[in-house]
């Protein structure tokens, strides 16, 4: 197999999901093939145009090909889901219906659906919660020793307690629809509203030892509510003032909501993950199920506030690197607005692993992970880190 040779593994007979989404970002006249790397290796799938590549049959190629090779189909297989709740398409946009403003998919939520995120339903023509309120939430939580494998260990002030707890609260719903999930799990606990606690019963689980509180999931978007009045009970009891309050998120939540979650961490010395997709509105659509709009909005607003506190960083950012739709070109977009609103924001690149549907692709490889930082640096980032290192091929 020569250095100019391709094989192409997706000419957009995607299934399902892929169908709708992928297909929107490639185009018609766009297909998918794997490169060949020297070393005898594939580099990720890229995006080319179809007409491009040359066709025998079923055998296709690129110009220049010195061999053909027989198209094998990238399959985004509908593999089960836990449970019997998965999201739609879109998320509901009936003209009558009741209406959630919990985060920016601002569903309509017509007859007796669900909304988005699982959570929510039209019960009779009004807006019903099964959990994500202030009174309940569907969560599981776990004591992780410090340091821990967070987006932001190598630079929030948790991390530095050696010996001590993270109380890892991992959330059950989601304002995404990500292709590659790391924790599709979390929709056993969407189908599951019995399963919900109190704000109360997780402000107690905090033990002596618990330097932080991080929420993740899933996300902590679609039940904020419950997330900061747990918050707030857990500093009450915590007279010393050694509790962090830190959310590893999508940013898609409620900019009043929002807010509060800033102040709790900007007063107890936690941060705000950010964790973005993608820039391309249309990349973001494909991989994501939905728009990007809030979460940049909601990152510009919290990058304003940064200058409240410098250390520990109050704004970090993650983008998950997805071999083939997330790479130097689209990092450097990120890295770009990124700067662009504070060149100070600590970035962390992380190295993707297949999962949920995208169980078929390849790992990060370390030549793509290093093109994606120096892509980072060169964008007028300052502070750029490299994690999940050792699923770097």
């Known amino acids: 197999m020569g250095e100019d040779d391709a094989i192409v593994v997706c000419e957009l007979n995607f299934n399902w999901l892929s169908n709708q989404r992928l297909k929107g970002w490639l185009g018609e006249d766009d297909a998918i093939v794997e490169i060949p790397t020297g070393e005898g290796q594939l580099r990720p799938l890229r995006k080319v145009k179809r007409e491009d590549i040359r066709s025998a049959g079923d055998m296709p190629r690129l110009p220049g090909c010195s061999r053909r ?13 836990p449970g ?26 017509g007859g007796e659906d669900l909304g988005y995120c699982g959570l929510r339903r039209n019960r009779e023509g009004k807006l019903q919660h099964l959990a994500g309120t202030s009174q309940k939430g569907l969560l599981e939580y776990y004591y992780d020793p410090l340091p821990t494998n967070c987006v932001a260990d190598w630079v929030c002030a948790g991390s ?160 998950l690197l997805v071999p083939g739709y997330v790479e130097a070109e689209e990092v450097g977009k990120i890295a770009r607005f990124i700067a662009s609103l504070d060149p100070e924001i600590p970035y962390s690149l992380l190295a993707f692993y297949p999962c949920h549907l995208m169980k078929d692709m390849p790992v990060t490889t370390r030549r793509q992970a290093e093109e994606c930082l120096g892509a980072a640096l060169q964008a007028g980032l300052k502070k750029v880190h490299l994690g999940n290192i050792h699923l770097l091929r």
């Open 69 to 81: 090779f027989r198209g094998r189909t990238c399959r985004f297989r509908p593999r089960a889901l």
């Open 84 to 109: 019997s709740f998965r999201p739609s398409y879109r998320s509901p946009r009936e003209r009558v219906g009741a209406s959630c403003r919990i985060c920016g998919n601002r569903c309509q939520i």
């Open 160 to 319: 530095r307690r050696r010996g001590e707890k993270n109380l890892a609260v991992f959330m059950g719903a989601c304002t995404f629809d990500c292709l590659f999930c790391q924790n599709i799990q979390y929709r056993l606990l969407t189908i599951s509203p019995q399963l919900a606690i109190s704000p109360q019963s997780l402000a107690e689980a905090v033990r002596e030892d618990t330097a932080c509180i991080c929420f993740f999931g899933g996300d902590p978007a679609p039940q904020l509510p419950f997330a900061l009045k747990a918050s707030e009970l857990a500093l009450e009891r915590d007279p010393g003032k050694r509790l962090h309050i830190c959310w590893e998120t999508n940013g898609s939540m409620h900019r009043g909501l929002l807010k509060k979650a800033v102040e709790l961490s900007l007063a107890s010395g936690g941060c705000i993950k950010f964790d973005l997709k993608a820039l391309d509105k249309k990349l973001h659509l494909a991989l994501c199920g939905v728009s990007n709009q809030t979460t940049l909005e909601n990152f510009s607003f919290v990058s304003s506030l940064t200058d409240r506190r410098r250390e520990p960083p109050l704004l970090v950012a993650s983008t």
